[in-house]
């Protein structure tokens, strides 16, 4: 089993720019995330997805858009990139629910110049 | 408002030593309270999950500690190896007027042969 399956690793955008991170996982979880993680401080949540069909916002959600396309794959965009989103992004997933133990990709680190 | 600090910041000790890592939260009600190793370019991989009824988990040489009264927990790692350097984060959820997962800045720890 590969997990929880992120990509790119890494990526530069310049300003204005757009993306699309994808993840996709293959524990057959309900619940998907997507976080971004700064130097010094903790994990934030960006959006996250209940179970197939819902999203909801977390806390950080300004400049981001996500796509529940499946049980499987849960994508993160960034419509018009600003230097203020460069940071590390993480998808993880779960069984049930943020309280339940998460299992993480391998992250994304993203730089907008 | 929901808070989760972790001391110390970084910690270098040589290989074979123990060493014990602190978490204070401030989230409450309290429903579970997780620690996490993070690799160097790499994403969170759980370690233990504690609930209120619980006040001690092992895993291998990591044993976390939790104190609900007082709202603290320790990860105490034994006879540390190198391949023990890495971030520990601590996470914490609970809280009223809707249920919030919250993860500390986490702590860095060097092992050094």
């Known amino acids: 089993n590969a997990g929880v399956t992120q990509t790119p690793k890494f990526q530069v955008l310049k300003t204005g720019q757009s993306m699309t991170l994808q993840c996709a996982q293959d524990m057959n979880h309900n619940s998907m995330y997507w976080y971004r993680q700064d130097p010094g401080m903790g994990l934030r949540l960006i959006y996250y997805?209940?179970?197939?069909?819902?999203?909801d916002k977390g806390e950080v959600p300004n400049g981001y858009n996500v796509s529940r396309l499946n049980k499987r794959e849960f994508s993160l965009r960034l419509e018009s990139a600003a230097p203020s989103q460069t940071s590390v992004y993480f998808c993880?997933?779960?069984?049930?629910?943020?309280?339940?133990?998460?299992?993480f990709g391998q992250g994304t680190r993203l730089t907008v110049v | 408002k929901n808070q989760v600090e972790q001391s110390p910041q970084s910690l270098i000790i040589l290989e074979g030593k123990n060493c014990t890592l602190q978490c204070n939260y401030t989230v409450s009600p309290f429903s579970n309270l997780r620690w996490y190793k993070q690799d160097t370019g790499r994403g969170p991989v759980s370690l233990t999950i504690?609930?209120?009824?619980?006040n001690t988990k092992s895993n291998g040489r990591y044993t976390a500690t939790l104190d609900a009264d007082t709202k603290q927990s320790s990860l105490h790692i034994t006879a540390s190896q190198l391949s023990d350097s890495a971030s520990y984060i601590c996470v914490v959820s609970g809280g009223t007027g809707g249920f919030k997962t919250i993860f500390g800045a986490g702590t860095r720890l060097f092992v050094k042969a």
């Open positions: 504690m609930t209120f009824s619980e």
């Open positions: 997805s209940a179970s197939e069909g819902t999203t």
């Open positions: 993880a997933s779960s069984d049930q629910g943020q309280s339940t133990e998460a299992f």
